[in-house]
């Protein structure tokens, strides 16, 4: 590890969310250096860029920039170099690379990605379907939903959710309770159904930690659980049988399965996209 950590600013003329993006995937190849993310969103004028150099001026470290207004890159280099920075453009080479096959000049103007178009609205319709469908909600309903997780408790079945909606997917969600009936919903939905599972080591630490067993002596509390009800959620012995009761349960429904204990939530929504475009043909079967 570095001893000093990198300032490194990150230029955008929207939310900045591509420049985060890509600075987690090429900062996770650097695990030996720190770096210090200074974040300058919607810069869209030569004022906002002045106060970007100014910034960069009072803690100079290299810049990533995403600006796609020409006049504001040049004076974004211009003011770099004279700091003596680094600064270095993200999308300039994939967009010469799409003028270089489409033989359509880019049209560069900022936000171009964040427009209140028809996958805009779909997105927001699909936030709104997982907010009203979340955690067993509305069971008889699901008709509108194109993908069902299914777990037990605290297997990242709701920010799974949330991350689809944002993709624009509708997602439902429904928490296997070991030995009670099925809803109706589910049983009868001809859609995809993925089973979230984890290791039960890691869900027992989840759980602890939810109920609030941090400290000795320390009285149990959780929404919705009584001292009787909190037991059998935190033994050892349970949590086992209850993840392989899931298991056998989506093994007889023919469910695919994702063991999530070592996914991040993009990961386990980037498998569950490809099962729907892919007709939900695959299955990753955990090892419980």
């Known amino acids: 590890m570095s001893e000093k950590p990198i300032i490194l600013h990150l230029v955008s003329e929207a ?26 969103n919607l810069v869209r004028t030569r004022v906002q860029v002045g106060r970007v150099l100014a910034g960069i001026s009072h ?28 600064v270095k453009n993200i999308l300039d080479g994939t967009i ?26 779909r997105r927001i319709d ?24 299914v777990g037990v408790s605290r297997t990242s079945k709701t920010p799974t959710c949330f991350y689809l909606a944002n993709r624009g997917i509708r997602a439902a969600n429904i928490p296997l309770v070991p030995h009670a009936p099925l809803p109706a919903g589910l049983e009868h939905f001809p859609g995809l159904v993925v089973g979230l599972t984890i290791d039960a080591h890691t869900l027992l630490e989840i759980r602890r ?22 037991k059998p959620y935190i033994d050892p ?23 999530v204990t070592h996914r991040s939530v993009e990961e386990t929504a980037a498998a569950i ?16």
């Not at 995403?66 to 170099?81: D, F, K, Y």
């Not at 690379?97 to 609205?121: C, K, N, W």
């Not at 709104?128 to 069971?139: L, M, N, R």
Request: charged share 20%.
């Open 15 to 40: 939310t900045g969310q591509a420049l985060e993006a890509v600075m987690r995937a090429c900062g996770a190849q650097f695990q030996d250096a720190e770096f210090a993310l200074r974040n300058w």
């Open 59 to 86: 803690e100079p470290g290299p810049v990533l920039s995403s600006l796609t207004s020409p006049e504001l890159q040049t004076m974004l280099r211009v003011g770099c170099a004279r700091l003596g920075v680094q």
């Open 96 to 121: 010469h690379f799409l003028e270089q096959q489409t033989g359509i000049p880019a049209e560069r103007h900022p936000g171009g990605q964040y427009v209140m178009d028809d996958s805009y609205r």
């Open 126 to 149: 699909a936030m709104q379907y997982v907010i009203a469908h979340d955690d067993g909600q509305k069971t008889t309903d699901l008709t509108r939903a194109e993908v069902v997780l």
């Open 209 to 230: 930690s939810r109920v609030g067993m941090m400290l000795p002596g320390r009285s149990i509390a959780a929404p919705g659980m009584s001292e009787t009800s909190v």
């Open 237 to 259: 012995v349970n949590v086992q049988e209850e993840l392989l009761w899931a298991r056998r349960l989506c093994t007889r429904h023919k469910w695919p399965v994702i063991n």
């Open 273 to 288: 996209i490809d099962m729907l475009e892919h007709d939900g043909a695959s299955s990753i079967l955990p090892a419980v």
